[in-house]
């Protein structure tokens, strides 16, 4: 089946614009994770959300925001873009809430750069 | 709270010699460990997982790690390093109940000489 799918893959922005990542989760899977992947913090979750709803957050400013439609698409916005969110954003899928005690199957990831 | 220290930014191996990346954890609630590797332009793939069966958890590509509770450590190994083993390697954490997301360690990079 196929995998996660993140759209696009590449992306640049000026600073002050806002853009919105794409993230299409395995069939069937409808919990969707994002991270944020930078040289300097690493890997650090951005929210979940399953079943529409956002189940999960972590530290990130408000400027940073996400939906999921009914068949488990999500976004993810990020406005009034800074040159600190050039980054790697990575989707996981997973069939359960929550990646505790169950795979998550992550895409090749969004690479966004802010000039 | 929940954390992961990877104590090796950079590990180097000959080809066909044992790997050791090293982690430690600490967590509040009782974890689900992973270990996933990422390779150059590719997103993150699952090696292995603990989540609280048998404390010697075998992997994909002949990786295996052990959950030492006493430690708070859970080690990644390989008898025999390739070449295609070269990668960037994550520890992760997750709380088995609660909010469950997952807390990644900073990566240990390795390289396999030939």
């Known amino acids: 089946k196929a995998g996660v799918t993140q759209t696009p893959r590449y992306l640049i922005k000026t600073r002050g614009q806002q853009v919105t990542l794409s993230c299409s989760p395995i069939s069937g899977h409808r919990s969707v994770s994002w991270y944020q992947q930078t040289p300097g913090q690493g890997l650090q979750f951005l929210f979940e959300?399953?079943?529409?709803?956002?189940?999960n957050k972590g530290n990130f400013p408000g400027r940073f925001s996400g939906r999921q439609f009914s068949n488990s698409r999500s976004e993810m916005n990020v406005s009034t873009l800074e040159l600190g969110d050039s980054a790697l954003y990575l989707c996981?899928?997973?069939?359960?809430?929550?990646?505790?005690?169950?795979?998550?199957?992550f895409g090749q990831g969004t690479r966004l750069t802010v000039v | 709270a929940q954390s992961v220290t990877q104590l090796d930014s950079h590990v180097s191996v000959s080809e066909g010699t044992p790997v050791l990346l090293r982690c430690n954890y600490s967590?509040?609630?009782?974890?689900?460990l992973f270990w996933y590797v990422q390779h150059p332009n590719k997103g993150l793939q699952l090696l292995l997982k603990y989540t609280s069966a048998a404390t010697l958890v075998k992997g994909i590509n002949g990786f295996e790690a052990e959950f030492k509770k006493s430690e708070t450590s859970f080690h990644l190994t390989k008898p025999s390093a390739h070449m295609s083993d070269a990668a960037e390697y994550f520890c992760?954490?997750?709380?088995?109940?609660?909010?469950?997301?997952?807390?990644f360690g900073s990566g240990t990079r390795l390289q396999v000489q030939p």
């Open positions: 992760v954490v997750s709380e088995r109940t609660g909010r469950r997301a997952l807390t």
């Open positions: 967590s509040s609630y009782s974890p689900s």
């Open positions: 996981a899928s997973s069939s359960r809430q929550g990646m505790g005690n169950t795979e998550a199957f």
């Open positions: 959300y399953f079943s529409e709803t956002q189940r």
